[in-house]
């Protein structure tokens, strides 16, 4: 899903199942951005909230994500739409570095 404004698209969020072994039924947020230039404008919350009812329309009634430890800015707009870690955590490289995810899940 995108949003767009004025003809440009400023968002996007990527979603599908979960691709967790542990929560093979539920859902994920793969992705989301947000234009900097458009951030705090509601542009993020409302890509979320679309992403959710899609799920819950679905009758997916937990939905996960992912996102880097250190990544506070991130966790702390996942936790104001209220997302929660759920206690998984995983490690992954990116361009030689080890960096550690946080799992966070959301329950209808």
């Known amino acids: 899903m995108v949003h767009e404004e004025e003809g440009r698209i400023d968002g ?3 979603t ?3 691709r ?3 929560a093979k039924t539920g859902g994920e947020i793969y992705a989301l951005y947000v234009e900097p230039g458009s951030w705090r404008k509601g542009i993020g919350r409302e ?3 679309k992403a959710e009812q899609e799920f ?3 009758g997916i009634s ?3 994500l992912w996102v880097l430890e250190q990544n506070d800015l991130a966790r702390r707009f996942y936790e104001s739409v ?3 870690p759920d206690g998984q955590t995983k490690e992954i490289t990116i361009a030689d570095a080890n ?3 946080v799992r966070y899940a959301k329950r209808k």
């Open 16 to 18: 599908g199942p979960c």
């Open 12 to 14: 996007w969020v990527s």
């Open 82 to 84: 209220g997302y929660s």
């Open 99 to 101: 960096l550690l995810e």
């Open 56 to 58: 819950w329309n679905r």
């Open 47 to 49: 890509l979320v909230a």
């Open 62 to 64: 937990r939905i996960v």
């Open 20 to 22: 967790d072994d542990d």
